[in-house]
């Protein structure tokens, strides 16, 4: 049988894990909007297009930057995020 107890833990479980995630969702809607471009020129070359070696340079070149910003510490928390 469940009990009060059992219910209000599991709320405070699903509480932690809500909180968690809206706090890294602006990164992880970062890393997905940066993606884009990366995504669709790993298609091109998949699809068909040729590319230079100075091409796939100044392509990993991009991915590189875009996960050092990615990977960098989010700012402090002013608060204004709510549930």
């Known amino acids: 049988m ?3 107890a059992d219910v209000s833990a599991g709320l405070t479980a699903a509480e932690t894990i809500v909180n968690a995630i809206i706090k890294v969702a602006p990164a992880i809607e970062r890393g997905v909007v940066s993606s884009i ?3 669709q020129a790993i298609a091109g070359l998949i699809g068909g297009k040729n590319a230079t070696a100075e091409e796939i340079d100044a392509v990993l070149a991009r991915i ?3 996960v ?3 990977l960098s510490p989010l700012p402090p928390d002013d608060g204004s995020t709510t549930t």
């Open 37 to 39: 471009p990366y995504i």
């Open 2 to 4: 469940v009990t009060a």
């Open 68 to 70: 050092d910003l990615f």
């Open 64 to 66: 590189n930057a875009e």
